[in-house]
């Protein structure tokens, strides 16, 4: 019997500003993660970082909403995705993931960017890129639910809907729809019982396209006025009051001002319902940012009103009104706040926040940045301020390789959003979570491929004709210890920790120097700044936080590995640690080589290896490294052997020009108690188990998947007498496959989900 449980998962956010919503209920936070939807709970003491991902969209997911509770529903999420679907997932406790997708609404001719929902009604938005904005009612049918379309909203002018606030106007079942985006102007719409929404007003006044709009009650009476906030690409958050009754007077009158006049114009403009009369005029100006404002969120409590607003120039500002004067003002600024803005750097920025949400009880605030990463503050009451605590992290674009430490105690993984990442477990006790322990590479091209060269080495390549070596720094020996119980056994001396010069590439070893002022002489030319740092900048009582993540955590690259003409598409080294085996991409016999070097000089072994006539996707050394297993996308697989001679040198020993009827994407060998047996894995949707043998090598055994392969591992241990093999396919599925020795069957297959 094999058992299996979720241990960890790791997805950065979309940079989306409408991609997350907080549920006030439940205190889940879900989040589009690149197609998914993930399910998170920020308020959990465990620290367990995402419980789920929700699959079913086909393209990036740009909108997620909680649809607030109601009695006739379970909990409900709204999805919207490029794939122009609506996606609805109900809570579910039977399904592993914990929500079920229960209906995927079409209608929609471009990709949804924003969805709108409001308490106490059935009734939600959506605006897409097709310049619509639809009403969709969403019933319960007691065995489940319907979702039809009530309405379609050509805007005029013709804008793509960027945002969208819904809420109820006045005491009775009148709704209020704001609608902003690909224009400077906030568009009012205002929808009688069971009525159409009507366009009534047009607010003017932005100078950029708005990114969010947010309505609120000013008070929590019935009869309060309402506040609606819109926060624009121009720098500037402008309050609109609306108010029943007619307006007082119209100050829009001609002045000296002329623009200025016009841009802080309050005008009272007339808002029409089924019963009564609204008027809606300019309330306030906020000024304090310095770039874009992608959200802001409203938090009404205890008559104490609040905006949260998070912008490109790397903060979150809480506004509040002064109750002695009535002006907003800025009272809490979070954030970064460096010399180094904007992209100057690849450690230097956040690169600004996409996404600002309260918690539930108004006690804790998230954002999201640039490198997918949640951040998360806490109020101390005692100290009356912020303090910020670890988030969760992962990957924004795809993960293309993975690979364990010689003693499985960390895990790294490597992609296209240009970093490296170290996973590790906290231990605290009984108790323990993953996290991202460190980012030892922030490189400036996609990476491809990684490889562990012993406890504190690791070697990796991208897009580009070089392989890179690093080497661990002492800030994250000392952090893995404390945090991890990973100790470092290796004596020698190492650097403090890494940086990377401005527009490089590679990571330069630095020193900490402690009780010394650091050297803030910035005319200095960049080839004589001291390679120090001040003092201390790693904690060590919890996983580090972002800004440690991106900026303390570098590893020194060591080395440069040259020889290949194209991009690197493959690394592997054998387990002892003293040979590594690299790929390119290629096109031509002359480039589909193997080249191989030593780890004690690093010296490239003569000649290279041929075989293949096309890129080499995947290379992996037997357990004990007497064989090398390449693959390609020619269709061949060859095994080289380790030279009798020359230790450092391996000769072809077999090979099957043949060996799948498409390319073959990965290869992985068995342990040795179960012989001479390696497996390849192809887009022909098949993985093939061969053996060595005294006559050559046999095709024991073929095993169909339902879509193109593109990983494969064996477990390095047998289950009794019998191999575990775990294949990946193209479409996300992971399945495990017990295969018996004796007559090489496969006697069980298991469906890996989110269990």
């Known amino acids: 019997m094999v058992d299996w449980n979720l241990e960890y998962?790791?997805?950065g956010g979309n940079r989306h500003p409408s991609a997350a919503d907080w549920d006030l209920a439940s205190g889940l936070l879900a989040f589009g993660a690149d197609r998914n939807v993930a399910i998170w709970s920020p308020l959990d003491d465990s620290y367990q970082g995402v419980k789920a991902l929700l699959r079913g969209h086909t393209d990036i997911v740009n909108a997620v909403k909680f649809l607030p509770i109601q009695a006739a529903f379970p909990q409900t999420i709204l999805s919207g995705s490029v794939d122009k679907t609506v996606r609805v997932w109900q809570a579910k406790p039977t399904v592993p993931t914990g929500f079920d997708l229960i209906a995927t609404l079409k209608g929609h001719e471009s990709s949804i960017n924003c969805l709108a929902v409001f308490k106490g009604t059935d009734?939600?938005?959506?605006?897409?890129?097709?310049?619509?904005?639809?009403?969709?009612?969403?019933?319960?049918?007691?065995?489940?639910?319907?979702?039809?379309?009530?309405?379609?909203?050509?805007?005029?002018?013709?804008?793509?809907?960027?945002?969208?606030?819904?809420?109820?106007?006045?005491?009775?079942?009148?709704?209020?729809?704001?609608?902003?985006?690909?224009?400077?102007?906030?568009?009012?719409?205002?929808?009688?019982?069971?009525?159409?929404?009507?366009?009534?007003?047009?607010?003017?006044?932005?100078?950029?396209?708005?990114?969010?709009?947010?309505i609120t009650q000013e008070r929590e009476s019935a009869d309060s006025d309402l506040l609606l906030a819109s926060a624009s690409q121009d720098k500037y958050i402008r309050l609109w009051r609306i108010t029943q009754g007619k307006p007082k007077a119209n100050l829009d009158t001609e002045s000296a001002y002329g623009d200025l006049e016009k841009s802080l114009s309050n005008k009272a403009h007339i808002l029409q319902s089924s019963q009564n009369l609204y008027s809606i005029s300019f309330e306030a100006l906020l000024l304090g940012h310095e770039d874009w404002?992608?959200?802001?969120?409203?938090?009404?409590?205890?008559?104490?009103?609040?905006?949260?607003?998070?912008?490109?120039?790397?903060?979150?500002?809480?506004?509040?009104?002064?109750?002695?004067?009535?002006?907003?003002?800025?009272?809490?600024?979070?954030?970064?706040?460096?010399?180094?803005?904007?992209?100057?750097?690849?450690?230097?920025?956040?690169?600004?926040?996409?996404?600002?949400?309260?918690?539930?009880?108004?006690?804790?605030?998230?954002?999201?940045?640039?490198?997918?990463?949640?951040?998360?503050?806490?109020?101390?009451?005692?100290?009356?301020?912020?303090?910020?605590?670890?988030?969760?992290?992962?990957?924004?674009?795809?993960?293309?390789?993975?690979?364990?430490?010689?003693?499985?105690?960390?895990?790294?993984?490597?992609?296209?959003?240009?970093?490296t990442r170290l996973h590790a477990a906290w231990k605290r006790g009984s108790k323990y979570s993953w996290h991202e322990m460190a980012r030892p590479q922030i490189h400036g091209y996609d990476l491809n491929c990684i490889d562990s060269l012993g406890q504190i080495e690791f070697i990796s390549g991208a897009d580009e004709k070089l392989l890179r070596v690093f080497n661990e720094p002492r800030a994250t020996a000392d952090l893995l210890d404390t945090l991890c119980d990973i100790h470092t056994n290796v004596e020698q001396n190492m650097p403090d920790t890494a940086d990377i010069p401005v527009l490089g590439l590679s990571n330069k070893a630095i020193e900490s120097v402690a009780g010394v002022e650091p050297y803030t002489d910035r005319h200095a030319e960049p080839e004589i700044l001291p390679s120090t740092v001040h003092g201390q900048t790693l904690s060590v009582d919890c996983p580090p936080l972002e800004d440690q993540l991106a900026r303390h955590t570098l590893w020194p690259e060591r080395e440069k590995l040259y020889g290949h003409g194209y991009e690197i598409s493959a690394v592997a080294c054998s387990h002892d640690g003293t040979v590594v085996?690299?790929?390119?991409?290629?096109?031509?016999?002359?480039?589909?080589?193997?080249?191989?070097?030593?780890?004690?000089?690093?010296?490239?072994?003569?000649?290279?290896?041929?075989?293949?006539?096309?890129?080499?996707?995947?290379?992996?050394?037997?357990?004990?490294?007497?064989?090398?297993?390449?693959?390609?996308?020619?269709?061949?697989?060859?095994?080289?052997?380790?030279?009798?001679?020359?230790?450092?040198?391996?000769?072809?020993?077999?090979?099957?020009?043949?060996?799948?009827?498409?390319?073959?994407?990965?290869?992985c060998w068995a342990p040795l108690e179960a012989g001479r047996v390696f497996a390849t894995a192809g887009r022909d949707k098949t993985v093939k188990i061969w053996r060595i043998n005294e006559k050559g090598t046999e095709c024991t055994t073929t095993m169909a998947a339902a879509a193109s392969v593109t990983a494969v591992d064996i477990s390095s241990r047998l289950l009794k007498n019998n191999m575990v093999i775990a294949i990946g396919s193209e479409t996300g599925n992971i399945t495990l496959h017990i295969l018996q020795l004796a007559n090489w069957t496969v006697m069980q297959t298991f469906k890996l989900d989110d269990s």
Request: charged fraction near 20%; glycine fraction near 8%.
């Open 123 to 214: 009734i939600f938005a959506s605006g897409s890129a097709d310049a619509t904005i639809r009403i969709w009612r969403i019933k319960s049918l007691g065995h489940g639910i319907s979702v039809e379309q009530v309405q379609t909203i050509q805007t005029k002018p013709r804008f793509f809907a960027l945002t969208l606030a819904l809420h109820s106007l006045g005491t009775g079942e009148d709704l209020v729809l704001a609608a902003s985006g690909t224009k400077s102007i906030v568009q009012v719409y205002v929808a009688s019982k069971n009525d159409e929404f009507c366009h009534q007003v047009t607010l003017p006044g932005h100078q950029g396209w708005i990114r969010s709009l947010g």
């Open 581 to 667: 085996a690299t790929s390119c991409r290629a096109s031509s016999l002359d480039h589909a080589v193997i080249r191989l070097y030593t780890t004690k000089d690093w010296r490239e072994v003569r000649p290279s290896l041929k075989a293949h006539s096309l890129t080499v996707t995947a290379l992996c050394f037997s357990s004990d490294d007497r064989y090398l297993v390449s693959v390609g996308r020619d269709r061949q697989w060859a095994v080289f052997e380790r030279d009798s001679v020359r230790p450092d040198g391996y000769l072809l020993a077999h090979s099957n020009p043949k060996g799948h009827s498409r390319m073959i994407l990965d290869a």
């Open 293 to 419: 404002i992608y959200t802001i969120s409203w938090r009404l409590d205890k008559e104490r009103l609040q905006l949260l607003s998070a912008s490109a120039d790397n903060s979150l500002a809480i506004w509040e009104s002064e109750q002695s004067s009535g002006v907003w003002v800025c009272v809490t600024r979070l954030g970064e706040i460096s010399a180094q803005k904007g992209s100057t750097t690849a450690t230097g920025s956040t690169g600004g926040f996409y996404i600002g949400l309260w918690s539930p009880n108004g006690e804790k605030l998230i954002s999201l940045g640039r490198t997918g990463s949640w951040r998360l503050w806490n109020y101390d009451r005692d100290q009356s301020r912020w303090l910020q605590k670890f988030g969760i992290s992962g990957h924004t674009k795809s993960v293309a390789d993975v690979a364990w430490s010689k003693d499985g105690s960390y895990l790294l993984s490597t992609g296209s959003d240009q970093t």
């Open 9 to 11: 998962l790791a997805a």
